[in-house]
């Protein structure tokens, strides 16, 4: 961002954060023409020399969980960029509980899945993958090539009876692209700029079209409204306050930062905070039960390779005496864990030696929002989270199913017990019903006229594949919303259009 940057004194949206979410809405609506702000709270991430082929803790250790950059968390994200399965979309029963029917389709969103594969630049194929959704267009373009080590996995894999499928993956591997295919991805920055997260992907482009301005290093600290209207934001930068105003405002500063947005921005009519009349603001948390296995494939420690190319997704659904969807088992990126991990040096010592030796693979299952999951705030800080409710017997057959696979290709596996939740969703969720949701189903607050909300915290579920493409998607959908160009609309007017043409041509 340029310091001496001149801001208009009104801009037709405001977008406050640059993740997923907020960098790909903006591309959209600069691409639509409309004047866009986007305010960030962080800075570019710097990015510091070094070999492309060494160990990299070090920038685990201290970004991993560093959020507060232009790109957000996707700038250390696996770039693995799934449509959600058509049945994520309907509601489906689960051991613990339901999961929610969305209040869109699969069908709704796939227009959007198509352009965002293409601006997101997906590698994939739909082979060996039953649970692949239909798709109107082919991924644009064709899956990652295994390295030699993996792709000698996969096969035993597959000859074991396993099936196993490409993992569709946004990095920029096209002819002529930047992605070389190093190591140093899921879980790390890349410093060739081959990763399409949401800057590379989104946010560059959306600067070119020439009609978006993006503020770094800069806090939304409320969004200002007056009755039923958004009319702007208070930002902060440098110790300073100041007022912009928009005729629209969109709130994509992900989770938590969405929910405690809302919560901040109360007013005479909305005392308990924007769009939280029915108190859902920062509830119907949810995400993934995660948990890592690490399948032995060396005796001695395996090269620097880029192991993050496929995925078993045969049990989505039901999985064997199992009536219950039960989950996926992905390959993960090379991670040395270890450097970072607070352990003993003998448990240290270990780790690494497995660690050098294995394929890190993790294995998700859905976890189910509830009214109570989810933060409890005050003065901006969170001083409580309620976990969603775990399909726990679930996660655990899972875990035995992927040790199965493993070792019936014949390979022994490592399966530590620790699970954490992956790819947090909710909070802010869409909705056809204002008791139980915060937005509506074009996510706009629920009552008020111009306010929008846009990114992880709109979806009511996480299904079991990364969220991110679906986060993208969405914004895609509610830019053309904004803009008054959603698909639907436009496949009506063609519609329309064509009808009025065949009548025409009586
Ligand atoms: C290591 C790692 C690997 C991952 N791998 C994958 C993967 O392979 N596939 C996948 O789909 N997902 C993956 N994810 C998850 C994915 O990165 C997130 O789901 C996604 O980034 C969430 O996007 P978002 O739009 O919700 O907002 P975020 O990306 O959370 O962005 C919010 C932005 O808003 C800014 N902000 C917040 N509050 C304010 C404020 N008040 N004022 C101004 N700015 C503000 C923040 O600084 C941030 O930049 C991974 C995550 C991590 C950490």
């Not at 296995?293 to 997704?313: D, E």
Request: glycine share 10%; with cysteine.
């Amino acid at each position: 961002m340029n310091d001496n940057l001149s801001l208009r004194d009104s801009y037709d949206v405001i977008v406050i954060g640059s993740g997923l979410g907020g960098s790909t809405l903006a591309y959209q609506l600069g691409k639509h023409g409309l004047q866009v702000l986007v305010v960030e709270q962080g800075d570019y991430l710097k990015q510091t020399p070094r070999k492309l082929n060494e160990p990299v803790g070090i920038y685990i250790k201290n970004f991993a969980n560093e959020t507060k950059l232009v790109g957000g968390p996707s700038k250390f994200y696996g770039a693995a960029m799934y449509r959600m399965r058509e049945s994520d979309f309907r509601s489906t029963q689960h051991e613990a509980g339901e999961s929610p029917a969305w209040p869109i389709s699969y069908a709704d969103l796939e227009p959007y899945y198509c352009d965002v594969e293409q601006l997101y630049r997906v590698h994939g194929s739909p082979d060996g993958d039953r649970t692949e959704p239909p798709r109107s267009t082919a991924f644009p373009y064709p899956p990652l090539p295994h390295a030699p080590r993996v792709s000698a996995v996969v096969e035993r894999l597959r000859n074991s009876g396993a099936c196993v499928s490409a993992m569709p993956r946004a990095i920029d591997y096209r002819v002529g692209g930047k992605c070389i295919l190093c190591p140093t991805c899921d879980a790390h920055y890349c410093q060739l700029d081959a990763k399409m997260d949401s800057e590379m992907a989104a946010l560059r482009p959306a600067l070119a079209t020439g009609n978006v301005t993006l503020l770094t290093r800069t806090e939304c600290l409320q969004v200002l409204s007056k009755g039923k209207k958004a009319t702007g934001a208070l930002i902060q930068r440098d110790g300073k306050t100041q007022t912009i105003k928009a005729g629209i405002v969109a709130i994509c500063a992900g989770l938590p930062g969405s929910a405690r947005l809302l919560l901040q921005s109360r007013s005479a009519l909305y005392p308990k905070g924007l769009g939280n009349s029915s108190g859902c603001v920062g509830r119907y948390f949810s995400g993934h039960t995660t948990g890592m296995i690490f399948p032995l494939i060396g005796i001695t420690k395996l090269p620097a390779m880029h192991t993050k190319t496929f995925s078993i997704n045969s049990f989505y659904e039901e999985s064997p005496d199992w009536p219950y969807p039960t989950g996926v088992i992905q390959a993960a990126g090379q991670m040395p864990f270890w450097e970072s991990a607070s352990l003993p040096a003998w448990k240290k010592l270990a780790a690494r030696l497995v660690g050098e030796r294995s394929l890190y693979c993790f294995y998700m299952t859905e976890a189910l929002a509830t009214r109570e999951s989810g933060y409890e705030f005050s003065n901006g800080n969170i001083v409580k989270t309620t976990p969603p409710l775990e399909n726990s017997e679930t996660s655990k057959r899972l875990k035995k199913l992927a040790i199965k696979t493993f070792n019936r290709a014949g390979y022994h596996v490592v399966a530590p017990s620790q699970l954490s939740l992956w790819h947090p969703v909710g909070t802010v969720r869409f909705g056809q019903d204002p008791s139980s949701s915060v937005l509506d189903p074009t996510c706009k607050v629920h009552g008020m006229e111009n306010l929008y909300v846009m990114d992880a915290s709109v979806l009511p579920s996480a299904g079991a594949v990364n969220t991110g493409l679906t986060i993208a998607a969405l914004a895609l959908r509610v830019g053309d919303i904004i803009a008054g160009k959603e698909a639907s609309i436009q496949a009506h007017e063609t519609e329309q259009t064509a009808r009025t043409g065949v009548l025409v041509g009586l």
